[in-house]
């Protein structure tokens, strides 16, 4: 008994040790000059070389040839020769995910570019704090990614008993915030809170509901779908048996009648007339797509030593290293062809619906098993290359198009005069190899330069957090907001 009592007493000191500081913004420069650049056009697919950029207070107010005359008093000079200089990047599918966010996953998106995000939300609830992150970014304070959007609530996940009014109540009252859908809503309900959504100009996106076709969601108005399974399971002969098994799965009663098709057969049922259909319907609706290929990737490479030992996993908590182990466990148990074949599929779809005129999103699912804050953006980048698409156009699916999806794409997105000065200089051309996106020198976020020293230190103040004393008391704090927040009271409460 005494023993229980010390290693309580114990693990609650460990617990209120307070983490390190989060990281606040570098200080600003009123003119900045990149000199000597070379300028990636990733509408134009080309490469403008040796230009000038004049930055002046966060925006670019001119490009000009590199013998080009400027105003260089008390201008910052960064030398830009034999760099390549694109847009800041930005994640369409993030989970900052957990009070700590500042302390261990904000400071990695800013090192790797990735200067925007749309966070989907998750199981913790961190909605207060996250409005105050995205608030002390804006005010140039808290080192993190702009939060563009965010979802404030979520429909049709686990304990979901919401009332729909109240969740688009809640949106209307915060520009920013979006609602989130979940697999598990229903058709009658959804359709309640489309309806109630577009009448309040109210955005709604996620995943697919499982037991309803996408072409209804999609024309009801959703922004977006989530996941590389949306093609897969919808273009395939046995779609309705899918939905009709999901149908009972989420009904009260929880009868299961019908079977899931299994995964070889809804990959050997292909059928390219529902794939058009669904294809079409997002294209009328302007409804965006995020693969999030990374998560399948991982699937078909969780049987692989070489994979899972990745060397980022200094950056992870115990907690979600310990819980993406445990997956990678549960998967070795399936068939590793079908979770290949699956993957392959993903790709394969996405390059259709790309070529077909969908526009795609690059999205990471953070903190999904082996998606690592920041980082994975650019492996992203990669997969959406593998699935057919051009090192511009995968470029594009991280700058212009979530400008786009936002309605700013005058004001950011691409290297262009007017627009914010989010910008990342490359030591290599990425136009030419998309890995190239990662051989980052400099990233220029909202008016500060952060040279490779300052990446170096971000990257470092985060593997400080999460290991040793400090990483076992992230860890505490972890699962008890989980015992806090993961629970049906404290999921419906307020609605």
């Keep these: 008994m005494t023993l229980v009592i010390v290693a309580f007493l114990l693990g609650w000191l460990i617990f209120l040790l307070p983490l390190s500081p989060p990281l606040i913004q570098k200080d600003q420069h009123n003119k900045i000059i990149i000199d000597n650049v070379n300028i990636i056009d990733i509408s134009r697919d080309n490469t403008v070389y040796n230009m000038r950029v004049m930055i002046q207070d966060g925006v670019i107010v001119r490009i000009a040839s590199a013998d080009s005359k400027m105003n260089t008093d008390d201008a910052f000079i960064v030398d830009g020769h034999n760099r390549f200089l694109i847009p800041g990047l930005w994640d369409m599918h993030s989970h900052l995910a957990f009070n700590e ?8 998106y800013v090192a790797n570019g990735v ?78 809170l489309a309806e109630l959504a577009n009448m309040h100009k109210v ?11 996408p072409i209804v969601a999609a024309n009801a ?26 149908f009972e799965r989420y009904s009260n009663d929880e009868v299961l009648k019908t079977p899931r098709p299994s995964t070889a057969e809804v990959l050997k049922t292909f059928d390219q007339s529902q794939f058009d259909q669904l294809a079409d319907a997002m294209i009328k609706n302007d409804t965006y797509f995020v693969p999030t290929h990374i998560t399948k990737h ?51 779809l996405t390059g259709y619906a790309h070529q077909r005129g969908i526009s795609i999103l690059a ?51 691409s290297v262009d005069v007017g627009k914010k000065a989010d910008l990342i200089l490359l030591k290599r051309n990425p136009l030419e190899d998309i890995s190239h996106t990662q051989d980052i020198e400099i990233v220029i976020f909202d008016g500060a330069v952060y040279d490779e020293e300052d990446i170096r230190s971000q990257k470092e103040y985060v593997e400080k957090n999460v290991s040793g004393l400090s990483g076992i008391s992230l860890t505490i704090k972890m699962i008890v907001a989980m015992f806090r927040d993961n629970n049906p009271e404290a999921r419906n409460a307020g609605y």
């Design 203 to 213: 955005k709604f996106a996620g995943h697919y509901p499982l037991s309803m076709d």
């Design 298 to 348: 991982y699937e078909a490479q969780s049987s692989n030593e070489d994979f899972l030992n990745d060397d980022k996993l200094r950056y992870i908590p115990f907690l979600i290293k310990n819980l993406w182990a445990d997956d990678a466990q549960r998967m070795k148990k399936d068939d590793q062809d079908d979770l290949n074949s699956y993957y392959l599929r993903g790709l394969e």
């Design 221 to 246: 108005g959703q922004r977006s779908f989530e996941h590389a399974h949306l093609f897969i399971d919808n273009s395939s002969f046995v779609a309705p048996i899918l939905r009709q098994h999901y």
């Design 115 to 192: 200067v925007n995000v749309r966070d989907m939300q998750g199981i913790m609830n961190i909605v207060e704090e996250r409005r105050s992150w995205a608030t002390s970014i804006d005010n140039h304070k808290l080192l993190g990614p702009r939060i563009m959007g965010y979802a404030d609530s979520i429909v049709g996940d686990n304990y979901d008993r919401r009332n729909v009014d109240k969740v688009v109540q809640r949106s209307i009252e915060d520009p920013r915030s979006f609602i989130k859908i979940y697999s598990q809503i229903k058709e009658t309900r959804y359709l309640k």
């Design 101 to 108: 966010a500042a302390q261990i996953s904000m400071p990695l």
């Design 363 to 413: 999205g990471t699912d953070t903190y999904d098993p082996y998606s690592f804050p920041g980082f994975s953006l650019h492996t992203e980048l990669e997969q959406l290359t593998k699935a057919g698409l051009s090192n511009a156009e995968a470029l594009a699916s991280a700058t212009i198009l979530p400008a786009t999806y936002f309605g700013t794409q005058h004001l950011m997105g």
